[in-house]
T-cell receptor, first 115, second 115 residues
Framework: DTAVSQTPKYLVTQMGNDKSIKCEQN?????MYWYKQDSKKFLKIMFS???????INETVPNRFSPKSPDKAHLNLHINSLELGDSAVYFC??????????????FGPGTRLTVL | AQKVTQAQTEISVVEKEDVTLDCVYE???????LFWYKQPPSGELVFLIR??????QNEISGRYSWNFQKSTSSFNFTITASQVVDSAVYFC????????????FGTGTRLQVFP
């Protein structure tokens, strides 16, 4: 009955590889997000999707491509992985309240290590 | 420009002590939301509270309390009678009216509670 789930939890790969992280939410929310948490714990939004439509793209390299097959899923594909991509990636989801504000609920995170 | 500052990088206390985590924010909007999230050593991000800019009433939930003061742009978080299980990194975050989907996080405060 996990609300926001991510797979895999850990991902270790070589530089130059392509990898994907999957996210699913069963909360019935219409907006999903990807955040990156760096080694200093700083959290920054990467993307947000509302009903499969891209809303926010925060100057992320185009090696990162989110894909939303339906509003319950938001996957993150990363091409040509670089050392600097090593981080924890969090998926989140929310349902808009009055005025458009919402509370974002986060998945458990995926720790990506690029060697 | 929008910004969230958590000046305390790390705080250590002994169990049963009270501890206050500071959060100062900057925004040009008059309508906004403030949040606190907890990240325990297991790594997930747990939502604690949401407060809108028009509601300055303090909030109490068990041992947790929050003090929102617009005059000083602060949204501080107090844990009363701290416990070892409170050890975590705590993040304050801001969401603004003109970009409701985007959470702007502070750099986090690591709280260590020793037995």
């Amino acid at each position: 009955d996990t609300a926001v789930s991510q797979t895999p939890k850990y991902l270790v790969t070589q530089m130059g590889n392509d990898k994907s992280i999957k996210c699913e939410q069963n909360l019935g929310h219409d907006t999903m997000y990807w955040y990156k948490q760096d080694s200093k714990k700083f959290l920054k939004i990467m993307f947000s999707y509302n009903n499969k439509e891209l809303i926010i793209n925060e100057t992320v390299p185009n090696r990162f491509s989110p894909k939303s097959p339906d509003k319950a899923h938001l996957n993150l594909h990363i091409n040509s992985l670089e050392l600097g991509d090593s981080a924890v990636y969090f998926c989140a989801s929310s349902q808009a309240l009055a005025g458009g504000f919402s509370t974002q609920y986060f998945g458990p995170g995926t720790r990506l290590t690029v060697l | 420009a929008q910004k969230v500052t958590q000046a305390q990088t790390e705080i250590s206390v002994v169990e049963k002590e009270d501890v206050t985590l500071d959060c100062v924010y900057e925004t040009r909007d008059t309508t906004y939301y403030l949040f606190w999230y907890k990240q325990p050593p297991s790594g997930e991000l747990v939502f604690l509270i949401r407060r809108n800019s028009f509601d300055e009433q303090n909030e109490i939930s068990g041992r947790y309390s929050w003090n929102f003061q617009k005059s000083t742009s602060s949204f501080n978080f107090t844990i009363t009678a701290s416990q070892v299980v409170d050890s975590a990194v705590y993040f304050c975050a801001l969401s603004e009216e003109y970009n409701t989907d985007k959470l702007i996080f502070g750099t986090g405060t690591r709280l260590q509670v020793f037995p």
